[in-house]
């Protein structure tokens, strides 16, 4: 736990995060950019649900734990401005409906 640095991210924000995956004897890492539509737990076993919209317009979920060996990195692209901690609501919504304010500093 103490050599990851986690960046500070909330739900509504748009992640992308590089995921070390193992085939074979080989690893590889591939990128997953999605938002982040849920955080639940705390300490070490505290995980985050990231959602994205895959090929023909197929809603694809994740869940990762934050402090899991296979996450490479997690970047913060964009903050978003949301009144809920689950945005569970966006599974609904397709297209320009499931849009998410970007948070103004």
């Given at each position: ?8 991210f ?6 992308k ?8 004897d080989?690893t590889r ?7 982040c539509?849920?955080r639940r737990?705390n300490?070490?076993s ?7 919209i895959g ?6 979920e ?8 296979s996450l490479e990195s997690i ?9 809920r901690a689950?945005l569970f609501?966006?599974?609904?919504r ?6 998410i304010?970007?948070l103004?500093?």
């Open positions: 736990m103490e050599g990851k640095n986690v960046p500070d909330r739900a509504g924000d748009t992640l995060l590089a995921i070390r995956i193992k085939e074979g080989k890492i591939q990128n997953f950019e999605g938002i539509i849920a737990g300490g070490v505290e995980t985050f649900i990231v959602r994205k090929a023909n317009n197929v809603g694809v994740r869940i990762f734990p934050i402090y899991s060996e970047t913060v692209l964009r903050r978003g401005r949301v009144r689950r609501y966006l599974r609904d397709r297209g320009k409906a499931a849009r304010k970007e103004k500093k």
